[in-house]
Every structure is written in C-alpha cells, then in structure tokens.
C-alpha cells in the first residue's frame, strides 16, 4: 500500500511539471520573446541595419534609415497575380513580392485547396526584398523596399494561350531619376524576372548598385527530432561552391565577401526562395542579423552609371518553388545542390534520377517506387542468391557448432580452429551473407 502512494505522488508530481512546462510555453515564454523583439525592433529601426551599404561608398542614400521589423510587415497596397503554378501578392510598399502559395503542393491532402505559402509576411516571414543604392556622390535618393511604389493595375491573372504576363511598378522623385520595377512571370515555370529600368532625366550622371536579399524568421518549430533537415541560408559561388550559412552563422559571424558567378538562397526541406542574378560577373554577398529572430542573406551588384538623359537596366531571376532536381539545374549552375542527399549522395542522387525517369513514364509515384525497388532486386540478385545460401548453410551448421562449444568450453583457441577447419571442409564463407 505505502508502495502505490509513492507511485501516485510520483505521478501527480511528473504531471504537475508537465502542466508547467507547458504553460511556459504557451503563455509566459511568447510574452517574453514579443517584449524582446519588440525592443530589438526599435533599435533596428533607429540603426538602418536591414540595408546592406553599396560597396566602395562611405554611405547610402538618405532614405535607408525607415526600417520595420517587425512580426508583420508594414503593407499599402497589393497587387494580386495568379499564374498556373502561383498565387502572389506583391506590395506597392517596396515593390516586394509579399505572398507567394505554390497551387500544386496542398499543405494537406484534406484541404486539396489550401495551398502551401512558401512566401509570407506574416507569422512566420520569409520575403525576398531588392531595391536601388546610390553611391554616395551621386547625392541622388533611389527607392529600397522601404519607398513606395504605384501600380497600372490590381489585379494580374496569366491567361489560356499566353506564356508569361509582365506586372510593373513605377517610383519617381523631384531628382529626375524614374524607376519601373517588372516582374515578368512564365507558365509553367517557378522562375520570376525581375527587371529594374532606371532612367535618368537629370543633368548629371548617376551611378549606384542593386541590391537582392532574402529575409527569414527563424524556424517558431523544432521540426522532426528523428529527420535532420537544414533551414538558412546558401551562398554559391565559383570558387567556393556550395557553402551553408546557418542563422547562427549570421548572429556570431556576418558574411562580408565578394565572389564571382553566384547566388544567394534561403532554403527549407522541401522548398527554396533563390536570387539569381543575370550578370555572372563580381558581386558582394553578405549576412545580416537586424533583430529578434530576423536574419537576412543577400548580394550587391558590382553596380553600373547610367549618362544623363538616358536610361540602362538591371536584371536578375528569382525562384520560388520546390526543390525539383529537373528545373533546378536548368535555373542556375549549383542550384541542384540545394537539394541535400546527405553521406549517401553518391548513391542517393542515380537513384533519384532513375525514380525520376521512372515516374514520367507510369505517371505515378506509388508504382515508380514499386518498379525502382523490382530493378534494385534484379541488380542485386546474384548478391542475394549467395546471401541467402551462405545463411542456410549457416543453420545446416548449428547443431555441430553446438556440439562443438559443448566439446571445447572455454578453450576458445581450439574452438575458434575447429570451426575454421568445419567451415573449410563444407566450403562454408561465413562472411557469405554480409553483402
């Protein structure tokens, strides 16, 4: 009896402690981390630190000191889109794109049509940003993703028969510089052009760079404790190749660096938010850490002067979509690798390949994998067969192993040659079903 009391008092603690800790969680801790962002915020705010500063220049335009950090970005007016494979929302606040569902992948199979929203500003964010830095003696103010823009239309919808739709955005100031930010989406293609024309109607030349950039709030969850999956950001370059850039990286060592040929990429387990930029040139990639659980990796474009009276252009791409071995290679050189096959990518990458060729032929992932597996056991048959011989030969040998042990005891010497001269005469490789 005095037993079971231990044992209830035992239980009754565990799950006190289980309702605090869980009240903790749902209450205290939130209230706690909303009065630490909040504080952050505001010094973000004040210090201009979601701006990256164009390279080679002591300071930027006047206009990168409004900076919201916030839970939910600050918003205008939006501009819906709807192509075959997205559902955007773009704001005129920045000219950023804010919303982004992918139509094809469902979060659940239950709600078939509630679509996955890779890109978000609210919750959870996750947005990619860009925007104009001129050089400090070009004295002119150019829009960021701070500045308002104004749009021709509200609503965009891809019609049956066109390939791609443009959307524009246009900024202006009392300078005489004119900017018109287009987006230009495609059918059936997870890649967005984007495009800035800057024309300069003043009498001097300006010059100044692009910038690129992706902003992300960490992960709110742990994930899967038995599945590793990488969440953060990825830079590309020639030289370096593929290189991971934890957030943790970006809080204890910002990324200042100039490379060649690259891209910069915020990556989840399934999908990637990517900047790609048309000019394979030099460029400078950074990391910042702005405040509470913000984190952003980017780029700055080598940067370009544009006369007066005269106009030039900046392009890059940028990809919104799933990690898709089969588009994404064809997107930019090392945007494949995103997709991480871990230790075993020498064996995991064919297989993927052949699980791909498979499906365009049946149409269906339940029987490619069915068919995958048929081939996989055909190519390993005679491994199998020798395997499964060698096994049987084993259990055919149990009993005079058996008798053997009884025989020797602990003389494990005259054991261990008696079952090497057994094995020898039955022609038996007790490493035969290893493989």
């Not at 239309?153 to 287009?182: F, N």
């Not at 230009?184 to 009498?203: A, Q, W």
């Not at 910038?211 to 960490?218: A, E, F, G």
């Not at 995991?348 to 995958?372: C, E």
Request: net charge negative; proline share 4%; hydrophobic share 40%.
């Amino acid at each position: 009896m005095e037993f079971q009391r231990i044992l209830l008092f035992a239980a009754l603690t565990l799950t006190l402690m289980m309702m605090w800790q869980a009240w903790q969680e749902d209450y205290v801790r939130p209230q706690q981390q909303v009065a630490t962002d909040s504080a952050e915020t505001a010094a973000a705010k004040e210090q201009g630190l979601d701006l990256p500063t164009a390279p080679m220049s002591s300071a930027t335009s006047s206009n990168t000191t409004s900076l919201p950090i916030v839970a939910t970005m600050k918003s205008v007016a939006r501009v819906s889109v709807e192509t075959d494979l997205l559902t955007v929302e773009i704001d005129t606040l920045g000219a950023d794109i804010r919303n982004v569902r992918l139509k094809n992948y469902p979060v659940t199979l239950e709600e078939p049509d509630n679509a996955f929203a890779l890109i978000r500003d609210r919750g959870e964010i996750s947005i990619p940003q860009s925007g104009l830095l001129s050089s400090a003696e070009s004295g002119v103010t150019l829009p960021t993703h701070h500045d308002l823009f104004y749009a021709e239309k509200e609503e965009y919808r891809l019609a049956p028969g066109e390939d791609s739709l443009q959307v524009a955005l246009h900024w202006d100031d009392t300078s005489g510089i004119e900017v018109t930010k287009t987006y230009t989406f495609h059918r059936d293609r997870y890649t967005i052009d984007v495009d800035y024309l800057i024309t300069n109607h003043s009498d001097k030349p300006w010059s100044g760079h692009a910038y690129h950039q992706l902003l992300r709030q960490r992960p709110q969850s742990g994930g899967n404790a038995f599945l590793y999956t990488y969440t953060g950001g990825v830079v590309y370059s020639e030289a370096e190749k593929y290189e991971k850039i934890s957030f943790e990286d970006m809080e204890s060592r910002p990324l200042q660096r100039e490379v060649t040929n690259g891209w910069v990429a915020m990556i989840e387990h399934y999908f990637l938010s990517a900047w790609i930029p048309s000019d394979k040139g030099k460029m400078q990639v950074y990391s910042k850490s702005p405040g509470g659980e913000n984190f952003i990796i980017g780029m700055i474009d080598a940067g370009q002067e544009i006369a007066p009276n005269s106009s030039g252009r900046i392009t890059s791409q940028l990809f919104i979509g799933p990690k898709l071995q089969n588009r994404l290679s064809s997107v930019a050189t090392g945007l494949e690798l995103t997709v991480d096959y871990g230790i075993l990518t020498v064996i995991a990458k064919p297989l993927d390949w052949l699980l791909q060729v498979i499906h365009s032929v049946v149409g269906n992932w339940g029987f490619a994998i069915i068919f995958l597996t048929i081939l996989i056991k055909a190519a390993f048959y005679k491994l199998s067969e020798t395997s499964y011989k060698s096994m049987a030969q084993m259990r055919k040998m149990q009993p005079k192993l058996k008798a053997m042990k009884e025989r020797y005891g602990d003389d494990r010497t005259a054991m261990n040659q008696a079952m090497m001269k057994l094995y020898k005469e039955e022609k038996i490789n007790p490493l035969g079903g290893c493989l």
